[in-house]
Each structure stands twice: as structure tokens, then as C-alpha cells.
């Protein structure tokens, strides 16, 4: 936990929401094109079960949750403008191309769906790029929000990135984001606890959680 925030708790439940990233088969399918070109989906499956967890939870508290969707176009002519290559022109494959099985979210994320549950369609690296979840989080009074999800190193970072430009308190949990190269994971974290916000493990969560009477009592 980062050192500065580790004596009182700074969560706010009735101004925060959860934001899981991208946990769909593309990123975390054994048969998806980034498992085939031995990137790897190991790290992405094995925080699952931790960012199930971490959905529970703050439900528990009374925060929305939102889970966002990247959808690359085949036909997206933008990158083809460029004059040095995209990632993805580089790598020669996108993931979760509209129309594959890849845009769908993994089975176990599918199952604790919501019909409460805000979900953001992104076509670029950050949740908040030319997507509705600025807006959504203002109309819900948001002002701080957790991050999960994958990958670390690119589309969590971004998004993290472009929270803290807002002005967002933002809150990393550490086993609930993944990507499938450790030391840019690390990175990013040691990143996020620098410049960005606060990283947190699962079982520290609640510790900086305000309780409710807490709230009501600063109101």
C-alpha cells in the first residue's frame, strides 16, 4: 500500500466505481490470436478468480461497476493514415475483432453480469478515449475509481493515465490487473504508486474503505 495513505482510510464507497478492463476471450482465451502468437493469456486467466472477487466486494459496497469492451475494426482506416505503424500494424494481428468470438467476455465474467452494470465499447488502448465512461462517471457522481483488469503494461495504464488527467482518485489493486509480461507489469505498478494513485492489495481493500457511519458523519 502506498506509504502516505496507509494510516486512514480514503475510499469513499457513495463516490467510487469499479472499472474492470477488457477481461474478455481475446486477452484470456487459451485458442485467442495472443495466446497463438506466444504472447500469453496465463496471467490474464490467473487474476480472474481475484477480480471475481474484487467485483463482489464492491457490490457489497454500493459501487457501480463498469466493464469495458475493445473491439478493433478490421476496415479501421485511421491506422493505415500512419506513417510509422500501430501496434497492431506491427504485430501484423488485432485481438477482439468485431464479429469474432474474441469481443465476448469471458464465460465467468458473463455469469455475474448485471443488467445495473455499465458496459463501455473502446476501439483504442484507454477506457476513456472518444468512449461515454467520462460522462457516465460524472452523471453518477464519481470521483475516485478502482481499476482492474487487463492488460497492465497497455490498456490499464492508459486508462489509468487519462483517470488521473481528470482529476479522478484513482486505486489499483494489485492482483486484480495482469498482463503477460511480468517486468512491464511491475513497472506500471511502480508507475501508478509514483505519479498516479495508490496501489492495494485485495486484502487491504476494505482496511481503506470509509465506513458508511464515517461517511455520513462528513456530510
Known amino acids: 500500500m502506498t506509504d502516505v495513505l496507509a494510516t486512514k482510510p480514503y475510499i469513499d464507497p457513495s463516490r467510487t466505481a469499479l472499472l474492470v478492463i477488457d477481461m474478455q476471450k481475446g486477452f484470456c482465451d487459451p485458442e485467442s490470436r495472443m495466446e497463438k502468437a506466444g504472447i500469453g493469456t496465463a496471467n490474464q486467466r490467473a487474476a480472474l478468480p481475484r477480480i471475481l472477487e474484487l467485483v463482489e466486494l464492491c457490490r457489497g459496497y454500493g459501487m457501480p461497476i463498469l466493464w469495458s469492451q475493445q473491439i478493433h475494426y478490421p476496415e479501421d482506416v485511421t491506422r493505415r493514415r500512419r506513417s510509422i505503424p500501430s501496434h497492431i500494424d506491427k504485430q501484423k494481428w488485432a485481438p477482439c475483432l468485431r464479429g469474432t468470438w474474441e469481443v465476448d467476455f469471458v ?34 457522481g464519481i470521483e475516485q475509481i478502482i481499476i482492474s483488469g487487463c492488460n497492465t503494461d497497455f490498456c490499464v495504464e492508459t486508462t489509468i493515465r487519462d483517470g488521473y488527467y481528470r482529476d479522478l482518485d484513482v486505486i489499483v489493486v494489485r492482483e486484480c490487473v495482469a498482463g503477460p509480461r511480468k517486468q512491464f507489469h511491475e513497472d506500471t505498478l511502480a508507475k501508478v504508486e509514483t505519479y498516479f494513485g495508490a496501489v492495494v492489495t485485495l ?17
Do not use: Q
Open 203 to 219: 486484502d487491504e481493500l476494505p482496511s481503506v474503505v470509509i465506513s458508511p457511519e464515517a461517511v455520513e458523519a462528513s456530510a
Open 107 to 140: 464465460d465467468e465474467v458473463t455469469e455475474v453480469l448485471r443488467p445495473e452494470d455499465i458496459i463501455v465499447e473502446k476501439h483504442r488502448a484507454s477506457v476513456f478515449f472518444e468512449t461515454t465512461l467520462d460522462t457516465k462517471l460524472r452523471m453518477l
